[in-house]
């Protein structure tokens, strides 16, 4: 069946980058588009940016300026880069996957903190 | 981009209610316009997509409508189990875009 899972340090500092992983099983990433949506602690869902089944990318505008979304098809993992974080990039961070545009299965999503 | 603008931002209903949540975009879209649940410490449940489909799993007394810009999320019998966060996103064109959500209690 169709699974995700995300994995990273639950802890980066001021002004460094954040590295993610989705790590997928039961679909090929050259089949299924991957996408990372995150929630800030009392707030909404935000659309960070996807991957594409043909490797190619879209990203949230506010976000574009220092985020980066790639993937290793042989290892079924989708990679998320972003730089420069600031403590109002504490958020949970979710990979989702779709096929037919909506996204139908989810991970269960890491926390990640912004602090020093 | 591309706005959705969900209403209202929170409510109350009795259990067996009919309750209707609207989200409005500011271009067309077309039909591609998914609902999700959010409970906390969960990932969110796709509920709906291209605006009138049941997603799988989904019970019968969940239902979507659109009428032109605004699109809506129906519940025909509120049941205890269906407090949650709803969220709209569009998917017709990048950047993918959420709305803000309504929060649904039970009173």
């Known amino acids: 069946q169709v699974q995700l899972k995300e994995s990273g340090p639950g802890l980066v500092q001021p002004s460094q980058t954040l590295s993610l992983t989705c790590t997928v099983s039961g679909f090929s990433l050259t089949s299924y588009d991957v996408h990372w949506v995150r929630q800030p602690p009392g707030k909404g869902l935000e659309w960070m940016g996807g991957i594409w089944g043909d490797g190619s990318t879209a990203y949230n505008s506010a976000l574009k300026s220092r985020l980066s979304i790639s993937r290793d098809t042989s290892k079924s993992q989708v990679f998320l880069k972003m730089n420069s974080l600031q403590t109002e990039d504490t958020a949970i961070y979710f990979c989702t996957c779709t096929n037919s545009g909506y996204f139908d299965y989810w991970g269960q999503g890491v926390m990640v903190t912004v602090s020093s | ?107």
């Open chain 2, 1 to 107: 981009d591309i706005q959705l603008t969900q209403s209202p931002s929170s409510m109350s209903a009795s259990l067996g209610d009919r309750v209707s949540l609207t989200c409005q975009s500011s271009q067309g879209i077309g039909n591609y316009l998914s609902w999700y649940q959010h409970k906390p410490g969960k990932p969110p449940k796709p509920m709906i997509y291209y605006a009138t489909n049941l997603a799988d799993g989904v019970p019968s007394r969940f239902s979507g409508s659109r009428s032109g810009s605004d699109y809506s999320l129906t519940i025909s019998s509120l049941e205890s189990e269906d407090t949650a966060i709803y969220y709209c996103l569009q998917y017709d064109e990048y950047p993918f875009t959420f709305g803000s959500g309504t929060k649904l209690e039970i009173k």
